[in-house]
């Protein structure tokens, strides 16, 4: 079996040097290749605010586009907005079609909703998630509870594994080692 591809991409605050990326793909770097992204507003040099979701869904579609000849398996993911958009192009929100090869989804912090608006649900595309997804979220996360994200997760056609980092908030501070192997682990199972 070809080696897998993972692609990752940063929350909307950060960028793709953040070090839980690069501690992903340290981890990862001896069973896979890792592509750690930007997104455009990043590469412009701006810091925020972000750029609208079809420009950084039509973002993480160049950079498909651009390893498009490797016959491994993939996975998409990454902290935040960046794994919310990688599942809205796995979920093809975009009618762009679907991700060759795709084999999985790592989401790092979803953030199911902005902080105290829990009316304002980023989940519309999880039913047609059709591909495993590993959840690593922390328990104080004010972007979703546990309860919240479990039930809407229950909603995907594809399988669902949560992870949850008790007292970690939406940042995950500190627990970088620990997400990576958790990582590792699923990727490895997937990819298998």
């Known amino acids: 079996m070809a080696v897998p591809s993972v692609l990752l991409y940063p929350g909307a605050g950060s960028d793709s040097n953040h070090p839980r990326l690069v501690e992903i793909e340290a981890e990862l770097g001896r069973s896979a290749r890792v592509d750690r992204h930007d997104f455009p507003y990043r590469k412009a040099g701006r810091k925020g605010p972000p750029d609208r979701a079809p420009k950084l869904m039509a973002s993480i579609r160049g950079d498909l586009a651009k390893i498009a000849r490797r016959r491994s398996p993939l996975v998409l993911g990454g902290h935040s907005m960046g794994g919310r958009m990688a599942s809205m192009v796995a979920a093809d929100v975009d009618g762009e079609g679907g991700v060759k090869n795709l084999a999985g989804l790592v989401l790092l912090a979803y ?7 829990p009316d304002k649900l980023r989940v519309e595309h999880f039913p047609d ?10 328990t104080r996360d004010d972007f979703g509870t546990a309860d919240e994200l479990e039930r809407w997760t229950a909603t995907t056609t594809g399988s669902v594994e949560h992870v ?8 995950l501070k500190g627990r970088d080692a620990e997400i990576a192997a958790h990582v590792v682990t699923f990727v490895t199972r997937i990819t298998a």
Do not use: Q
């Not at 953030?111 to 608006?117: F, T, Y």
């Not at 998630?129 to 922390?138: A, D, E, Q, R």
């Not at 949850?164 to 940042?171: G, S, Y």
């Open 164 to 171: 949850w980092l008790d007292a970690a908030r939406h940042d």
């Open 111 to 117: 953030p199911l909703h902005p902080p105290k608006k």
């Open 129 to 138: 998630i059709t591909v495993p997804c590993l959840f690593i979220s922390g």
